[in-house]
Nanobody, 126 residues
Framework: QVRLVESGGGSVQAGGSLRLSCAVS????????LGWFRQAPGKEREGVAC????????YYADSVKGRFTISRDSAKNSVYLQMNSLKPEDTAMYYC???????????????????WGQGTQVTVSS
């Protein structure tokens, strides 16, 4: 089992930036990708970004490409989501997740992820 703990959420004005962190612990060797998801009020949870733990491949939702960057620090057992040029529509609860599979084209499929964090709230005001 893998434990994920998110942090770094908060309130920011449109155009601002935030950096989310996810501390990963437990049987991390069994997980080949880490992802970020978000869920806005009244909406379904959606994939934001995915990263293969063993290589440089990253994947992004079209809505965040060019604004968000997913990265990993193996030494700190952490994965990050740098969010720039934030928009009010980015307001959501953000979750970190771990999957035994590589990201691939199916990375937004939430059923692929075995472990989830508790989430961190991001609020962007106009």
């Amino acid at each position: 089992q893998v434990r994920l703990v998110e942090s770094g959420g908060g309130s920011v004005q449109a155009g601002g930036s935030l950096r989310l962190s996810c501390a990963v612990s437990g049987h991390t060797f069994s997980r080949n990708s880490l992802g970020w998801f978000r869920q806005a009020p009244g909406k379904e949870r959606e994939g934001v970004a995915c990263l293969n733990t063993g290589g440089p491949s990253t994947y992004y939702a079209d809505s965040v490409k060019g604004r968000f960057t997913i990265s990993r620090d193996s030494a700190k057992n952490s994965v990050y989501l740098q969010m720039n040029s934030l928009k009010p529509e980015d307001t959501a609860m953000y979750y970190c997740a771990a999957a035994p599979f590589l990201c691939g084209d199916r990375w937004p499929n939430q059923e692929r992820y075995a472990d989830w964090g508790q989430g961190t709230q991001v609020t962007v005001s106009s």
